[in-house]
């Protein structure tokens, strides 16, 4: 029996915290840095190196926006007094897979570097982080071998998500589950271990550095009386049908 909090997504229970402390404009820095100072103090002269290091903040950027963007319509999907928004359900998990791969790619960025000898001193993703981003991500780009029973890896159960579903606090796909809480610690670090490369910290966003604004929904229609409301349980059906068959 799945746990409830990976199972059902409520007003009161959603639990994603915010990434407002974390500047998603690390990579404009970076290329600030090649155009008036050269490539930052922690990178040598090396065409390949700095690539890897200028994606691993663009992704590490990427995956920043993209769970924001995921929170904002999740936040919507479950706020009070609104109707039936499917589309805001959907639009989050697009968000949320792309936050995931992104992430993804980047810590093999950042493991690159690591062997190149750049970023050691930096805050790294534990082996069972790492782990569990890697399937999450791999069930994620290969849903569709395990459907057709074509995968290596262990096809879904008849009673198993097809796609990304977006629970209380978790993520889930077939056997695998990424909480939250994992996502932003891995953000973190990301984040993190790009100020220790630079050799400056990026600044937090605040009124005078804001974050960059994704804009994913034109905007709800102004509530009316003769609004129909949705009941929980037709939130949740309609829900299901995008991840169960």
């Given at each position: 029996m799945p746990r409830a909090d990976r199972v059902?997504?409520?007003?009161?229970?959603?639990?994603?915290?915010?990434?407002?402390?974390?500047?998603?404009?690390?990579?404009?820095?970076?290329?600030?840095?090649?155009?008036?100072?050269?490539v930052p103090a922690g990178i040598p002269p090396?065409?390949?190196?700095?690539?890897?290091?200028?994606?691993f903040a663009r992704l590490t950027d990427k995956a920043l926006r993209e769970y924001d963007a995921a929170?904002?319509?999740?936040?919507?999907?479950?706020?009070?007094?609104?109707?039936?928004?499917?589309?805001?359900y959907l639009r989050a998990?697009?968000?949320?897979?792309?936050?995931?791969?992104?992430?993804?790619?980047?810590?093999?960025?950042?493991?690159?570097?690591?062997?190149?000898?750049?970023?050691?001193?930096?805050?790294?993703?534990?082996?069972r982080q790492e782990r569990r981003l890697a399937y999450s991500r791999n069930a994620i780009e290969h849903a569709d071998e395990k459907l057709t029973g074509t995968s290596k890896i262990k096809n879904f159960g008849r009673s198993d998500p097809f796609s990304l579903r977006i629970a209380n606090t978790s993520?889930?796909?077939?056997?695998?589950?990424?909480?939250?809480?994992?996502?932003?610690?891995?953000?973190?670090?990301?984040?993190?271990?790009?100020?220790?490369?630079?050799?400056?910290?990026?600044?937090?966003?605040?009124p005078s550095f804001p974050n960059a604004t994704l804009r994913t929904n034109p905007g709800t229609p102004a509530n009316s009386s003769t609004t129909l409301r949705a009941s929980t349980y037709l939130k949740e059906l309609s829900r299901l049908t995008v991840t169960h068959s």
């Open positions: 059902s997504l409520t007003e009161e229970g959603l639990a994603i915290p915010p990434v407002d402390h974390l500047s998603n404009r690390s990579v404009t820095n970076i290329l600030l840095d090649r155009a008036f100072s050269g090396d065409r390949i190196l700095v690539g890897l290091f200028v994606n929170r904002t319509e999740l936040l919507a999907y479950v706020a009070p007094g609104t109707s039936l928004q499917t589309s805001c998990i697009d968000h949320m897979e792309n936050c995931i791969s992104a992430l993804h790619r980047a810590v093999l960025n950042a493991r690159a570097l690591r062997a190149n000898k750049i970023g050691r001193a930096g805050p790294r993703l534990t082996e993520t889930v796909i077939g056997d695998n589950v990424l909480t939250y809480q994992e996502i932003v610690s891995a953000m973190t670090k990301c984040h993190n271990n790009i100020e220790i490369i630079r050799g400056v910290p990026t600044g937090e966003p605040g």
